[in-house]
């Protein structure tokens, strides 16, 4: 059906028309659970053999995936943050909450950070 999904799936057993389909997390048994009637139709046309009524999708958390396999790339150092600058402080300086204040100091020192 694709590689992401092979990745993240084991087929178990196909019980009185019923695909058993083991999955590795929440977030992919649910994205599967929304594609179950475009699913059984790709299926049902490449099988010849066997006719499936449904798909289910059941958690478990064993199966290890593919992309879980392969080796991770390194983090990326970042930068220390850089100052602000004072147009900005000025700016800061009307914003009368200090922690909403240090928010959007931090916020604006994140997004203009270099990668190193």
């Not at 999904?5 to 994205?31: F, S």
């Not at 299926?43 to 066997?50: E, G, I, Q, S």
């Not at 499936?52 to 290890?64: E, G, V």
């Not at 990326?76 to 928010?103: G, H, I």
């Amino acid at each position: 059906m694709g590689r992401d999904i092979a990745a993240k799936t084991l087929p178990w057993c196909i019980r009185k028309g019923v695909l058993w389909v083991k999955v590795t997390d929440n977030v992919w048994l649910h994205h599967l659970h929304l594609q179950k009637r475009l699913l059984l139709d790709k299926l049902n046309a490449r099988l010849k053999d066997v006719a499936l009524n449904d798909i289910r999708f059941t958690l478990d958390h064993t199966i290890a995936p593919l992309a879980d396999k392969q080796p991770q790339p390194a983090p990326t150092r970042l930068a220390p943050l850089p100052p602000v600058p004072e147009d900005l402080s000025s700016c800061l300086a009307t914003v009368t909450d200090s922690e909403l204040r240090q928010q959007i100091r931090r916020a604006w020192q994140t997004a203009h950070r270099e990668r190193r």
